[in-house]
């Protein structure tokens, strides 16, 4: 390995083992938090779904003006950026360790107030320090291939974030999860202060920037939009079953609660494998081609799942492995033909943070979609937890098993349309795609 191979690793992995933290808050966010109020502190699902809807919802609205914050910060300097990192880290893990250890209340009600005043923190903090890193790397530059390098590395340390979120908490409780969570935010935060304090370069802009200042930017280029289209309907697809799968391991599977959280470690290990082959598809058949196989294997995967049973274990193991290993395509392309769309656009260096904002928007508010929706809709159709009535359970097949690959047909059909037959748009600035 050169020494310019060797040091752009070093710059990698400093960069994106923040990562890990980040993704070991998301998951507990979006599978642990919901199971948890419903079936420990009695929280109705509808109302549960209805707090979550709009907590989603109002940070997701934040995000692009947090992306705007974010790019006067870079403009500022480096300082500015790492103050604001840290402070938002302390205010992630208070509002972390506050949702898992509340206090006790005489009513539902009061819970549902707790989880809505610190699921929104929680939310807004992951937020602030998500983009601020993410548009670290932006401002790196470079072709597709470099680009998807930088952010499998980011994606790597955050997909092994995930299994230990997955893991952690069943084998250790939520006090060592916390714990851990404090300890690896210090770590990652430490790791990508080298990087600043190394100098490598990263592009300036300045924070009077009349581009950077027009807040709607980015939701005016078709270009951004197209990608959008595809961005939200995948993503819808792939948030829905990661709300459910817990009522669907417990109550359709009817697998113990010692082994549910080996299928999430599973999933997202088999996502962390994948990375390298992703790549070198990558450099073999450019991002949006890579982003469709990673998208018809995950339907082909997921085909099965609505007649699955109990103890169909390790046929859902099989579908876990299968569609972990098409998630490594979500987790690399996305970010990297972002990146492309900005570097082509002609707005990196003055835009990323709001790119970003508005990319986050979208991606919680796929979230938003699944949680604040399909939890009443399973509600309104006769699903309890623990109750496994053959209605209840019938609809939450559908909602697990059939939904997303519908979901999921739509966001191919788009990504061809726009992005791989013969008319659609091709990107060349700085490296093709």
């Known amino acids: 390995m050169s020494e310019t191979s060797r040091a752009a690793q070093t710059t990698g992995a400093s960069y994106g083992l923040l990562a890990l933290p980040l993704s070991f808050v998301a998951l507990p966010m979006y599978v642990n938090l919901p199971h948890a109020y419903a079936t420990h502190y009695a929280v109705p699902l509808t109302t549960l779904g209805l707090v979550l809807l709009i907590s ?25 950026v790492g103050t604001a990192a840290f402070a938002l880290a302390a205010l992630l893990l208070v509002s972390f360790v506050a949702l898992f250890f509340p206090p006790l209340f005489a009513s ?31 401002r790196l530059g470079g072709d597709a291939l470099q680009q998807g390098r930088v ?18 908490p069943a084998l250790a409780g939520w006090q060592t999860t916390s714990i851990f ?24 802009s300045e924070a009077a920037s009349p581009t950077a200042n027009a807040m ?15 961005f939200m309907l995948n993503g819808i697809a792939s948030a829905v079953p990661a709300s459910l799968v817990m009522f669907f391991v417990e109550d359709q599977i009817q697998a113990s609660s010692d082994i549910a959280p080996w299928f999430l470690g599973a999933y997202f290990m088999a996502g962390v494998v994948s990375l390298p082959v992703w790549l070198k598809l990558i450099r073999q058949r450019g991002l949006p081609k890579t982003w469709g196989v990673g998208m018809l294997m995950a339907i082909v995967s997921f085909a099965s799942v609505s007649f699955l049973g109990p103890g169909d274990e390790l046929l859902f193991l099989g579908v876990c492995v299968a569609s972990g ?18 570097d082509h656009l002609g707005h990196r260096g003055e835009a990323e943070g709001l790119y970003l904002g508005w990319w986050n928007l979208i991606s919680k508010f796929n979230l938003a979609l699944a949680a604040g929706l399909c939890l009443p809709l399973l509600a309104s159709w006769g699903y309890a937890p623990g109750a496994r009535s053959a209605e209840g359970l019938h609809a939450l097949s559908l909602a697990y098993g059939v939904l997303p690959c519908v979901l999921k047909t739509g966001a191919v059909a788009a990504l061809f349309y726009f992005w791989i037959q013969p008319s659609a748009t091709s990107l060349t600035s700085r490296g093709n795609l």
């Not at 404090?182 to 370069?201: C, D, E, I, K, T």
């Open 56 to 80: 989603r919802l109002l940070d997701a609205f934040i995000d692009p003006w947090m992306g705007r914050i974010s790019d006067v910060l870079y403009a500022k300097s480096n300082q500015a």
């Open 108 to 138: 539902t009600s009061g819970y549902v107030a707790w989880v809505a005043v610190f699921v929104s923190l929680c939310h807004l903090t992951y937020s602030g320090l998500s983009i601020l890193h993410q548009a670290w790397a932006t």
């Open 151 to 168: 952010i499998a590395w980011r994606e790597a340390a955050g997909l092994v974030g995930v299994v230990l979120a997955s893991l952690l």
């Open 181 to 204: 969570l404090g300890a690896s935010l210090l770590v990652g935060l430490w790791a990508w202060s080298r990087v600043f304090q190394a100098n490598v370069p990263v592009l300036s």
């Open 216 to 230: 709607a930017l980015p939701i005016r280029q078709s270009l951004f939009l197209k990608l959008l289209a595809v």
């Open 325 to 342: 290993i098409a998630l490594g395509a979500d987790m690399v392309v996305p970010g990297a033909l972002l990146n492309r769309v900005i």
